[in-house]
């Protein structure tokens, strides 16, 4: 299961491919990608850098 960042109406939020509830919701999409690389690392999967706009903006 992939760790997505995506848009959040207060920032960006790091979730679990899925998921309803948010892992983390914070203010910069640089600081959701340092998350969701750890969690990715954690969790031996990968993640996925969604834009402003939804779409897949990097694997």
Same mark, same amino acid.
């Given at each position: ?13 790091? =979730? ?8 983390? +919701? +914070? ?7 340092? #998350?969701? =690389?750890? +969690?990715? =690392? ?5 993640? #996925?850098?969604?834009? =402003? ?5 990097? +694997?």
């Amino acid at each position: 299961m992939s760790i997505h960042i995506t848009p959040h109406k207060n920032g960006w939020q790091v =979730k679990t491919g899925g998921a309803d509830k948010a892992y983390r +919701v +914070v203010s910069t999409q640089k600081e959701a990608i340092e #998350i969701a =690389k750890q +969690v990715a =690392k954690n969790q031996n999967t990968n993640y #996925i850098v969604h834009g =402003k706009n939804g779409r897949i903006r990097s +694997v």
